[in-house]
C-alpha cells in the first residue's frame, strides 16, 4: 500500500506544477513556425512545453524521494541524465534548428552514454530457458539503439495536438502498471511522475495552445527508452513487454520509413507520409486522429501489462500478434492514402 500511495503522490506532484509550468513557458516566446512540409499548424505556436514536462518530472521525483526516504536505483539517475541531455539537444533544435545529422549523431552518443553506465541488460532472453549472455559491447550497442529509435520515434509522431504526447502517458501509465507487476517500484514511482507532467501538459496540448517541442519529445522519448531498459535489465524474460508497449510509435515510424526508403525518398527531411498525416490530409480533425491512436496505446499498454504478468512464452506470441495488427492497420491506411492521392511518389 505504501509504494502505491508513493506512485499516487509522484503524480499529483508532477501534474499540478505542470499545468502551472506549461503556461510560464508559453510566455518565454519560443514558437514554432508552420516552416516545414511535416507543419499541419497554420500560425506559430508556442512551444518547448518540454521544459515544462521535464521540470515538473523532476520535481514530483526529489519531493517523492525527499518525503519517503527510501533507496533510489542510481541507474534511473542514468535515465534521468540521458534525458537531460536529451532535451538540451531538442531545446538547441526548437531554438537554432539543428541539421538532422547533427540531432542524430548527438542523439546516439546519449545512447551509447546512457547503456555505457550499465542500463542495459546482460542477457538476451527472447524465449524461456534460452538465456544467452551479451558481451559488453554488443549490449551497448543494442541499448544505445534501442534509445535512439525510441527518441527519435516520439519525436517524429510529434505532429498532431495531443497525439504523442497522449500516446506517451498512457505509455508510461502502462509502465507504472508493468513496475509494480514486477517489483521495480522505483521504475513504477518515474512513470507515475511522468504521467502525471504529461497529463498537465495536455491540459494546453490538446488544445493546440502549447507544443512540446522536440524538447519535449526527445525528453520523454529518452525516459520511455531507458524505463524499458531497466524492466529488461531486471526481468530478461520480458525482453519484448518495452517494445510492445511502445510499438504504436514503433511500427508507424519504423513502416514509414521502410515505405520512403522503398520509394527512394530522402530519410532526413521533413514529411508528411506517416498514418496520422495521412488521416488529417484525408480532413479528419486532430482531436480524432489523436483519439484513435490513443485507443491503439491503450490496446498495446494492455497487451503489454497481460504479458508482464503471464510472462514465459506469452510476450514472444502476443508481441507477432500485435506486430501483425500493426502492420495490417499500417499498410491498410497506406494504401488508402496512396488511393486517394494523399501520399505516394513526390508528394509531401
Not at 16 to 44: F, H, N, Y
Not at 62 to 72: K, T
Not at 227 to 244: H, K, Y
Request: include cysteine.
Amino acid at each position: 500500500m505504501e509504494q502505491l500511495l508513493r506512485i499516487a503522490l509522484a503524480f499529483a506532484l508532477a501534474v499540478i506544477p505542470s499545468v502551472i509550468l506549461c503556461r510560464l513557458v508559453m510566455s518565454l516566446g519560443i514558437v514554432d513556425a508552420p516552416t516545414e512540409a511535416r507543419k499541419t499548424q497554420a500560425a506559430p505556436v508556442p512551444t518547448a512545453g518540454g521544459l515544462a514536462i521535464a521540470l515538473s518530472v523532476a520535481l514530483a521525483i526529489s519531493v517523492d524521494n525527499e518525503l519517503i526516504r527510501g533507496e533510489f536505483n542510481p541507474l534511473l539517475f542514468v535515465v534521468g541524465g540521458g534525458a537531460l541531455a536529451a532535451l538540451l539537444v531538442g531545446v538547441a533544435d526548437d531554438v537554432l534548428g539543428l541539421r538532422a545529422v547533427v540531432k542524430l549523431v548527438a542523439l546516439a552518443a546519449i545512447g551509447v552514454g546512457v547503456a555505457w553506465f550499465s542500463l542495459r541488460p546482460d542477457v538476451f532472453a527472447p524465449w524461456p530457458g534460452l538465456d544467452l549472455p551479451l558481451p559488453v559491447w554488443l549490449a551497448i550497442a543494442g541499448s544505445a539503439l534501442w534509445l535512439l529509435v525510441v527518441m527519435n520515434a516520439v519525436n517524429f509522431m510529434d505532429g498532431a495536438n495531443g497525439l504523442a504526447m497522449g500516446m506517451a502517458a498512457i505509455a508510461a501509465a502502462g509502465y507504472c502498471v508493468i513496475g509494480a507487476v514486477v517489483g521495480k517500484w522505483d521504475v513504477a514511482v518515474t512513470a507515475g511522475a511522468l504521467t502525471g507532467g504529461l497529463c498537465g501538459f495536455l491540459v494546453w496540448n490538446v488544445s493546440g495552445r502549447l507544443f512540446a517541442g522536440d524538447a519535449g519529445a526527445l525528453f520523454v522519448g529518452a525516459v520511455l527508452a531507458g524505463l524499458g531498459l531497466e524492466i529488461v535489465r531486471a526481468r530478461p524474460d520480458l525482453l519484448l513487454v518495452p517494445p510492445m508497449l511502445l510499438l504504436p510509435f514503433l511500427s508507424d515510424v519504423l513502416l514509414t520509413l521502410a515505405w520512403r526508403a522503398k520509394h527512394g525518398k530522402k530519410l532526413f527531411v521533413a514529411h508528411r507520409d506517416h498514418s496520422y498525416q495521412i488521416a488529417i490530409k484525408a480532413g479528419l480533425p486532430h482531436w480524432q486522429v489523436s483519439f484513435v491512436h490513443a485507443i491503439w496505446a491503450m490496446n498495446a499498454s494492455i497487451v503489454a501489462i497481460l504479458s508482464a504478468l503471464l510472462a514465459r512464452q506469452i510476450p514472444l506470441v502476443l508481441f507477432v500478434l500485435l506486430l501483425l495488427v500493426s502492420t495490417w492497420l499500417h499498410m491498410k491506411i497506406r494504401r488508402a492514402g496512396v488511393e486517394n492521392g494523399l501520399v505516394g511518389k513526390g508528394i509531401a
